[in-house]
Every structure is written in C-alpha cells, then in structure tokens.
C-alpha cells in the first residue's frame, strides 16, 4: 500500500481458505474509508473449494512417492501460487510471501512485467526464492506438464538440493527450460535468512526493493513478534524494525497525504 505504482492502478489478490477468510475479512473492511492514488483494490478469494482437489493432485499425481508431512511441510498453502491460473484471472502477478514487505515504489517492476510475459515466471538470480515471483498465469497449465513429465520427482531433490515441495518444482523447471525463467533485479532478491553472513549494505550496496524475513532459514521463528536479530540497524538498515512497527494509522496517513486531487478514488475491497 505505501509502495504502490504511482501511475497504475494496483490490484491485491488474497488467496485462502475458508478459516482464513474468515479472520480476513473483518480486517479488510479497515480500509474502505483509505482514498488513494491511483486506485487500490484488495479482492479476496475463498479457495476452499479447490483445496482437496489440489491437495489430492500434489499427493497422488505429482509426488506420490514422498512423504505427505514434506510435502507439505509448509503448509498446503505453499502451493497456491502455483494453481493461481485456475483463479485469478490476470495476465501477470507479483506474488509475494506473508513475510515479504516491500520498502521501494513498484513502478520500476510494474515496467519489467511488460517485459516477463513470454516467461512463466521470474524471481531473483541468486537466491531464486519463491516468495517473491512474477507469474505469467496463462503459462501455469504447461508449467504443471512439464513438471509432471519428470517423475518421480525425489530423485531431483538431491540433484537440486532441494526437498520436495514448491520451491523443488520452480527449480527443476529452470534446470529444465532455463529461458523460459525470468531474473529479476538484485533489488528483488533479497531474503535476509540468505543474506545474514554480511551486512545487507555489503550484498546489496545500491539498496533492497523488498524484505522476505523468515524464507530459506531453518528456524521459522516468526520475527514480527520476537526481538529478532533481523531488526537491528547494521543489518537492513533499521528497514526491518520500521516495517515490522509501523502503525496502520500512520500507513494511512502515509497513503492519504499522496491524495491531493480528483484522481483519488476510495480504496475498494471485495
């Protein structure tokens, strides 16, 4: 929301569960008074109905000989991305994780996606985490092809080292059809947990675009609750500590201040 394209309308997409949905949408009805520009809209989608289905196709047909607790090892919504196509209708998205905010405009993105439509997806060069993608939802059903085409798929997971779920079948599709897998800027490919070695100031000297917290380390420890080593100034430039407690009135009155004209529109939420 305080990063949004400043010439674009932005569109979110939330996709979960019925349970989800539930603790939701109470929340979302906060930002019905926001006016913004350009416009902003938060659509939400129930995708309680398609869950088994996907659930028994990623269990049955894709890694029928893994074990179910990796495979979904982190959680069934960790895959949800991957069927979007069957839900959003949208020629591209910027797919981010729960733990990812985004600390610059997205203008400079919104410009590369009209570039990324002849890939199925694009993420960053280095650490390539899925938690931070462009995807081409129209590509999704070959993606799934193509996947399938190389069961069983555990004999990747030591050629990949990589275990067995999402972010496997994104790398074994890049190993397969390397052009078809954009690269991102390195200002997008930013997950602390791979960064934590050095500085963040030293691995990218010319600024981060986005924060992903939790992705890649072994610990899940949720660091928006803790007094988390990521906060601390040296590391992310006190990027961290200032999103993590930032207040929804002061992003408010962030997003509000940029509303000086008839441009504006009402924040919509479906």
Same mark, same amino acid.
């Given at each position: 929301?305080?990063?949004?394209?400043?010439?674009?309308?932005?569109?979110?997409?939330?996709?979960?569960?019925?349970?989800?949905?539930?603790?939701?949408?109470?929340?979302?009805?906060?930002? &019905?008074?926001?006016?913004?520009?350009?416009?902003?809209?938060?659509?939400?989608?129930?995708?309680?109905?398609?869950?088994?289905?996907?659930?028994?196709?990623?269990?049955?047909?894709?890694?029928?000989?893994?074990? &179910?607790?990796?495979?979904?090892?982190?959680?069934?919504?960790?895959?949800?991305?991957?069927?979007?196509?069957?839900?959003?209708?949208?020629?591209?998205?910027?797919?981010?994780?729960?733990?990812?905010?985004?600390?610059?405009?997205?203008?400079?993105? $919104?410009?590369?996606?009209?570039?990324?439509?002849?890939?199925?997806?694009?993420?960053?060069?280095?650490?390539?985490?899925?938690?931070?993608?462009?995807?081409?939802?129209?590509?999704?059903?070959?993606?799934?092809?193509?996947?399938?085409?190389?069961?069983?798929?555990?004999?990747?997971?030591?050629?990949?080292?990589?275990?067995?779920?999402?972010?496997?079948?994104?790398?074994?599709?890049?190993?397969?059809?390397?052009?078809?897998?954009?690269a991102l800027p390195?200002?997008?490919?930013?997950?602390?947990?791979?960064l934590w070695n050095?500085?963040?100031?030293?691995?990218?000297?010319?600024?981060?675009?986005?924060?992903?917290?939790?992705?890649?380390?072994?610990?899940?420890?949720?660091?928006?609750?803790?007094?988390?080593?990521?906060?601390?100034?040296?590391?992310?430039?006190?990027?961290?500590n200032y999103y993590?407690?930032?207040? $929804?009135? $002061?992003?408010?009155?962030?997003?509000?201040?940029?509303?000086?004209?008839?441009?504006?529109?009402?924040?919509?939420?479906?």
């Amino acid at each position: 929301l305080l990063n949004a394209p400043v010439h674009a309308p932005l569109v979110i997409h939330i996709m979960a569960t019925q349970q989800a949905c539930d603790r939701i949408q109470p929340f979302l009805q906060q930002f &019905k008074t926001w006016r913004t520009r350009p416009a902003i809209s938060i659509r939400l989608h129930n995708v309680q109905p398609h869950v088994a289905t996907w659930r028994a196709f990623l269990l049955q047909n894709v890694f029928p000989d893994v074990p &179910k607790q990796v495979v979904l090892g982190h959680t069934m919504g960790s895959y949800f991305r991957l069927f979007c196509h069957e839900v959003l209708q949208a020629p591209s998205v910027l797919y981010l994780d729960t733990d990812v905010v985004v600390t610059a405009p997205l203008d400079r993105l $919104w410009q590369y996606i009209s570039t990324t439509d002849q890939h199925v997806f694009a993420w960053g060069p280095e650490i390539q985490c899925s938690g931070f993608l462009i995807l081409t939802p129209s590509r999704l059903s070959d993606f799934w092809q193509s996947i399938l085409a190389q069961r069983p798929l555990a004999r990747w997971s030591d050629r990949l080292d990589n275990v067995p779920n999402d972010q496997l079948l994104l790398r074994l599709y890049q190993h397969q059809h390397p052009t078809m897998v954009g690269a991102l800027p390195l200002a997008y490919d930013v997950s602390l947990a791979k960064l934590w070695n050095a500085p963040l100031q030293q691995s990218r000297p010319d600024g981060v675009a986005m924060l992903h917290f939790n992705g890649g380390g072994k610990s899940k420890e949720n660091v928006f609750a803790s007094d988390h080593a990521y906060l601390k100034q040296q590391h992310t430039w006190g990027m961290a500590n200032y999103y993590i407690h930032l207040s $929804w009135n $002061w992003t408010q009155f962030i997003v509000e201040s940029s509303c000086v004209d008839s441009l504006c529109s009402t924040l919509s939420v479906f």
